[in-house]
C-alpha cells in the first residue's frame, strides 16, 4: 500500500526556514516522480517543486524560485523540501505526491499524480 507522510510544517516568522519531509511507505521513490504542492485558504492547489521520473531534473514554480530546494534521499525514502526566505504568501497547507507513471520535465512534473499525503500546515506571520 503506497502511503506519504508528512512532517515539518509550523509558524515561523517572515524571512525564516522550514524543511519540510515526506517519508515513503509501501514503495521505493527511485523510480517515481515526486512533487510538492501547496493550497492556501480559497485558493486552488498549486504546484511547488517536483522530480521528474523521465530525467531526474527537478523544477519549481517561479514564486518559489531561488528559495525553495526540493531533494530526496533514497536510503531513507524520505523526499525533502527546504524553504528559505518565507514570506506570509507561503502561508498554506503543504501536500507531497507521487506516482510510478512517468511524467515529463519542467512543468509538465506537476501533472499526473495518483498518491498524496495529508498534508502538512505552514503558517508564516510575526
Known amino acids: 500500500q503506497v502511503q506519504l507522510v508528512e512532517s515539518g510544517g509550523g509558524l515561523v516568522q517572515p524571512g525564516g526556514s522550514l524543511r519540510l519531509s515526506c517519508a515513503a511507505f509501501?514503495?521505493?521513490?527511485?523510480?517515481?516522480?515526486i512533487g510538492w504542492f501547496r493550497q492556501a485558504p480559497g485558493k486552488e492547489r498549486e504546484g511547488v517543486s517536483c522530480?521528474?521520473?523521465?530525467?531526474?531534473?527537478?523544477y519549481y514554480a517561479d514564486s518559489v524560485k531561488g528559495r525553495f530546494t526540493i531533494s530526496r534521499s533514497n536510503a531513507k525514502n524520505t523526499v525533502y523540501l527546504q524553504m528559505n526566505s518565507l514570506k506570509p504568501e507561503d502561508t498554506a497547507v503543504y501536500y507531497c505526491?507521487?506516482?510510478?507513471?512517468?511524467?515529463?520535465?519542467?512543468?509538465?512534473?506537476?501533472?499526473?499524480?495518483?498518491?498524496w499525503g495529508q498534508g502538512t500546515q505552514v503558517t508564516v506571520s510575526s
Open positions: 522530480i521528474s521520473n523521465s530525467d531526474g531534473s527537478t
Open positions: 509501501g514503495f521505493t521513490l527511485d523510480d517515481y516522480a
Open positions: 505526491a507521487t506516482t510510478p507513471r512517468r511524467l515529463g520535465s519542467g512543468y509538465a512534473c506537476f501533472r499526473g499524480y495518483d498518491f
